[in-house]
């Protein structure tokens, strides 16, 4: 079997790859290791920065985001019991969408296969050969019998768990690795959330994050250890929590019946190069961003603009430029989200390793933003997203 990109995972990055390179008349074959039903049902991130907002509506993937999707104009930022609010649109023009990814997910699924799209599910990549050639291969386990699948070029869409980052030879690649001493404890709760925008709180306590699904889902995550156990959280002490740390004059957290709740760590993470021969890294194999920032499925969708544009030149005219500067090219934005991922993260979390001194200087640093247009305008212009191909 043969195709022109063979594309490893089908989370956001590799569906979204797929669908562009078929508008490019580029044809591509997806495999993924799970069920279509378990990466359909994956709860991860809801908030679409306004360009990939377009690019969803330009690529005629955006009807459901349109019906369903929240569009925001701002978020607030809650400390000693008070909001303050960073007008997106006012300081920028633009909002976001909270939309969520399992949402996006089906919507590409769905179009993909409307589209006569190739998917192959319950299909694990197992190697990716000869990558420093011109004629790469994925080896894949599928009904118990092993494929090849020879393909053009590979794009490594398969996570920060994959296997496309370690084909890349150790003495070539070179990580940068934060881990933070503290994960999130994240709810899905059958309740209308109780703020009709996203609110960041900064509490003694620890972090915490009111979001949203719909008008009758709450998205909530509370700042807990890195490897919390959930049995220790009733539904009763999570609502408790929740509602310390987010209280506010004025304002009541609404509790629910939680249908989901899982513990995630939080990294910083990215990999150079993010390609070797015909081997390129997409999304969450290449990088790893803490979600305060809410940047992770929007870096995918970069990373995956950045492909587009140079696969397309390279298919239909054999042009290289853009191909061969296609990390290069990513990772100029790669870094400001991590920047401003990790500054968020920062300047939100309780540090149990800070003195006296750091927690003033975190205090001050939060109240010196409410009280400056010029760093609320910084903040706003990385929350709505730069823009997806930084040249
Ligand atoms: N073979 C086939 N599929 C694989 C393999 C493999 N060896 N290893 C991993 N996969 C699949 C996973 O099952 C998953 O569906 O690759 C997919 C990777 O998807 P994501 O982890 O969602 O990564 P990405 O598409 O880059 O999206 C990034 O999704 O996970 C969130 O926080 C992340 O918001 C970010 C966004
Ligand atoms: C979410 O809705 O899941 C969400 C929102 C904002 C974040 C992270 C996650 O920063």
Request: charged share 20%; hydrophobic share 40%; with cysteine.
């Amino acid at each position: 079997m043969r195709t022109q990109v063979g594309i490893v995972g089908a989370g956001p990055a590799g569906l979204l790859l797929s669908h562009l390179l078929h508008l490019h008349g580029i044809e591509s074959v997806v495999l993924e290791s799970h069920s279509r039903a378990y990466v359909e049902a994956r709860i991860r991130a809801g908030v679409l920065e306004h360009p990939v907002e377009k690019l969803l509506n330009e690529s005629g993937v955006g009807a459901r985001m349109r019906e369903l999707g929240l569009p925001h104009e701002g978020i607030s930022l809650r400390t000693g019991g008070r909001d303050h609010r960073i007008d997106l649109k006012a300081l920028t023009g633009q909002g976001i969408m909270v939309y969520s990814q399992h949402q996006i997910v089906r919507d590409l699924i769905a179009r993909r296969l409307a589209d006569g799209g190739d998917i192959r599910f319950d299909a694990a990549a197992v190697a990716l050969c000869d990558v420093a050639t011109d004629a790469p291969s994925i080896v894949y386990q599928k009904d118990g019998k092993q494929h090849r699948l020879d393909c053009d070029v590979i794009a490594g869409c398969d996570g920060f768990h994959g296997i496309a980052r370690d084909t890349i030879p150790a003495s070539v690649r070179q990580s940068f690795d934060r881990e933070y001493p503290f994960g999130w404890l994240g709810i899905l709760a059958d309740v209308a959330p109780s703020s009709h925008e996203v609110v960041y709180a900064s509490h003694d306590r620890g972090f915490a994050l009111l979001s949203m699904r719909s008008p009758s889902v709450s998205r909530l995550y509370l700042q807990c250890e890195p490897e919390e156990d959930l049995a220790a959280w009733s539904d009763d002490r999570i609502w408790s929590e929740l509602s310390t740390r987010l209280a506010c004059d004025g304002f009541t957290l609404r509790d629910g019946p939680i249908t989901q709740r899982g513990v995630t760590p939080m990294r910083s993470f990215v990999v150079e190069p993010m390609q070797y021969g015909r081997l390129f890294l997409v999304g969450d194999a290449a990088h790893i961003v803490p979600p305060t920032g809410a940047k992770g499925l929007n870096l995918a969708a970069a990373d995956v603009a950045v492909l587009t544009r140079a696969l397309t030149a390279w298919f239909r005219t054999g042009a290289t430029e853009h191909l061969a500067r296609y990390g290069e090219t990513c990772l100029r934005r790669v870094w400001k989200a991590q920047r401003f991922s990790w500054w968020m993260t920062s300047l939100l979390h309780r540090f149990s390793s800070h003195t006296p001194f750091e927690r003033r200087v975190q205090q001050a640093e939060l109240d010196a933003l409410f009280g400056s247009v010029a760093a609320s305008t910084a903040l706003a212009e990385n929350y709505v997203g730069l823009p997806l191909i930084l040249s």
